[in-house]
C-alpha cells in the first residue's frame, strides 16, 4: 500500500493476498473500467449506488476484504468455505435497514425479487454426480484429459444431450486437425451435463428416474437440487467450478456452454495445442478464457427482455465478458474462479457474472471471430453451420448437429 491515506483515490493498488488460488483485492480506481459496478470511485463513500441492490451487498463483501481496512483479516481469511458463506450472508443484515434497499426491492420484477430472496445460498446439494472422477471419458487414459465440455442442459432437453453424445461431444481420444493418426498431437476429451431441477410447475413428466438411467449409462450427468431457471442458471457455473476443483484438478482446458450449440471439437483441439506450445504458455494457461468477448455493455433496460436488469438492482456497466454460450477456458483459470466467486456476490446473468470474478482475478477474456454466439435467422444458421471454419456456432439443431459432425469428420 503506497502513500498517505489521500492518495488512495488515485493510486493505482492491487494488493496480492496468499490465500490459495490466486485471489487479489482489487482497489478503486485500479480496473481499466472505472464504470464497472461493484467498484465505486471512492471505496469510503457510503451511498455510491442510490440502493441498487447488488452493488451494496457487494459493497459490504469488498469491505470485509479490504486490507486497509480490515489489515489482519485479509490476510487470516483461510480457503475455508463457512468464512466465505457466513460474509456473503452477513452482507445482508449489514444493509438491512437500509430504507432505499427496501423500496428497490419492492420495484423489482418478480422473478428479480426471487433471485434476491434466495442470492445468500449456493449450497445445493448434489442429485447426481458422474461416479468416479471428473465426467464421462475413456477407461484406459494414459495422461490427463484435455479438455471437459461442460454443458448447460435441462431435464427434458435429452434429444440435445443425445445428438451431443454422438457428435461433437464424444469422449476419448481425439488427435485434432494437423497430426490426424498421430498420437504426438491431440488430448482426451470429457463430457459432463449440468443439470438443476426441472421447473416443477411447467413439467407433467417425473425426469427423476430418467436421469437415474442416463446417468447409469453414461456416467455424464451432475445435477444439483435447485429449480432450473434462467437466473438460476449461474448457480452451475459456480457449483461446476466447486466439482472441477474437487475432481478434475488435472483436466487442462473447459469447455462451458449451452446444449443447442455446434462446437467443432477437433478444431478447438487444435486451437488449444497452438496455446500450449506458445513461448509463455505457463503465463498465457493462467488467465486463458476465449469466446466471443463484447466490451463494457449496458444492462438491459428494455423491462420484457429476459436480460432485463433495472438499476434498482444493478447500477453501472457490466464487465468485458465472453458469451456463455459457448466459452473455452483453462483449467487452472477455473480452479482461480471457483476461490474468486466465494467472494462475488451471484449475479442473475451468468456470463456477465463470470467476467466480474474474471476482473477480480486482473483476467481478461479474448475474443475470437470463429466463436459465433449471434442469434442468426434460420437461413443464416444453416449456412453457418455448415461453415467448417468456426469454432463454435449457435444455433444448431440436433440434425444439423450429426450433419455437421459427418462433415467436419470426414476432411
Ligand atoms: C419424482 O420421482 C422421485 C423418485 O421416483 C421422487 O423422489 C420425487 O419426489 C418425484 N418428484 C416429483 C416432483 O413428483
Ligand atoms: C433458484 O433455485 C432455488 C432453489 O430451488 C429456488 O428457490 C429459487 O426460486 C430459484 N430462483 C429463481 C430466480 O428461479
Ligand atoms: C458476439 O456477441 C455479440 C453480443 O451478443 C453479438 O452482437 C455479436 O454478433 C456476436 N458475434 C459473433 C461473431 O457471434
Known sequence: ?????????????????SVPGDVYFVAPGALPNKNFGPVPITFWE??????AIWNILQLAVDHHFNPILHPLKANREADDDSIYDSILRQSFTEVNDLDSMRRNFDKLPEELQDFVSHMQRRDYPTLIQPPGVCGAGAKDEKKAPLLLLAIKTIESNFKDRQAIRHTWGQVGWVSGLRQRGSRDGGGYIRRVFLLGRENSEEVVVNFSDMLQMESAHYGDILQWDFRDTFFNLTLKDVLFWRWFSKFCSQTLFVFMGDDDVFVNTLRIITYLEDQLQKPQAHRIIKNFMVGN????GIPSQVSKSKYFIPDSFYKGLYPM????????????????LHS????????PIDDVYVGMCMMRLNAYPIHHPAFLTFDFSK????EQCSYRKNLLVYKCNSNQLVELWAEVNVT
Not at 457510503?46 to 440502493?51: E, I, Q
Not at 454460450?325 to 477455473?334: A, E, I
Not at 437461413?379 to 444453416?382: A, D, M, P, R
Open 379 to 382: 437461413k443464416e444458421t444453416e
Open 340 to 347: 474468486v466467486s466465494k467472494r462475488v456476490h451471484l449475479f
Open 46 to 51: 457510503r451511498h455510491p449506488f442510490k440502493g
Open 1 to 17: 500500500v503506497y502513500g498517505p491515506f489521500g492518495d488512495l483515490k488515485t493510486a493505482e493498488i492491487i494488493v496480492t493476498e
Open 293 to 296: 468477448v463484447s466490451g463494457t
Open 321 to 336: 465478458y465472453a458469451s456463455g454460450r459457448g466459452v473455452v477456458y483453462s483449467g487452472l483459470l477455473t480452479k482461480r
